[in-house]
């Protein structure tokens, strides 16, 4: 079992930035590639960004490209998502996420933090 638990979600003015946590517990969390998700009312989880086990590769959704960026720290056991110039439709719950195999697909994940609200307005 890997527990996650997001932090560093809240509220900020369209163009602000924002850096979210994931500290992981459990199993090796250097064995597990991590994903960031999120979810805005009404809508589906949407994949934002991913990252391999050792930090050297990560993917990103198109609509945050340039403007996200995932890292971690294995000695820390912590990923995290640098958001920069927010925008209003970047508000959404994000979760973390842990995967044997990463990939883009929420069915490839197989534990889940609890969730981060982010807030952005215009």
């Known amino acids: 079992q890997v527990q996650l638990v997001e932090s560093g979600g809240g509220l900020v003015q369209a163009g602000g930035s924002l850096r979210l946590s994931c500290a992981a517990s459990?199993?090796?969390?250097?064995?597990?590639?991590m994903a960031w998700f999120r979810q805005a009312p009404g809508k589906e989880r949407d994949f934002v960004a991913n990252?391999?086990?050792?930090?050297?590769?990560?993917n990103y959704a198109d609509s945050v490209k340039g403007r996200f960026a995932i890292s971690r720290d294995n000695a820390k056991n912590t990923v995290y998502l640098q958001m920069n110039v927010l925008k209003p439709e970047d508000m959404a719950v994000y979760y973390c996420?842990?995967?044997?195999?990463?990939?883009?697909?929420?069915?490839?994940?197989?534990?889940w933090g609890q969730g981060t609200q982010v807030t952005v307005s215009s």
């Open positions: 996420a842990a995967a044997t195999y990463g990939t883009t697909s929420i069915g490839a994940y197989d534990y």
């Open positions: 990252i391999n086990w050792s930090g050297r590769s990560s």
């Open positions: 459990g199993r090796t969390f250097g064995n597990y590639a």
